[in-house]
């Protein structure tokens, strides 16, 4: 009686170990798809933008400041955010690129 359920349970933990392996690779796969990949999207379109800012684009700023592009440096630009102010902001922080004519609608 003890040897023959010591083979069964012998038998049934026999499973292959590649198959403890097949859940980490799913959630690493829905991780890639669901997390890291659309933020590595968003990151180049980011990139693209502040690379193709000139003069005279209409942007909004990470923290919420609206203004029109005057002067485009390396790493700054220079914003005129009401007539005669001028303020000095990190290309980086420009988020979003505005369509003409947005400022004088507000």
């Not at 700054?76 to 303020?87: C, D, K, Q």
Request: charged fraction near 20%; charge should be positive.
């Amino acid at each position: 009686m003890f040897i023959s359920s010591a083979i069964a349970a012998e038998a049934a933990q026999s499973a292959p170990d590649w198959t403890s392996f097949i859940p980490l690779v799913v959630i690493f796969v829905l991780f890639w798809f669901m997390l890291i990949r659309p933020q590595m999207k968003q990151a180049k379109e980011q990139r693209k933008l502040i690379e193709a800012l000139q003069k005279g684009d209409e942007v909004t700023t990470t923290s919420g400041i609206v203004g029109r592009i005057t002067k485009v440096g390396e790493g700054y630009v220079s914003l005129e955010i009401a007539a005669e102010t001028v303020i000095t902001v990190q290309k980086h922080t420009v988020q979003t690129l505005l369509p003409k004519g947005t400022i004088k609608a507000l």
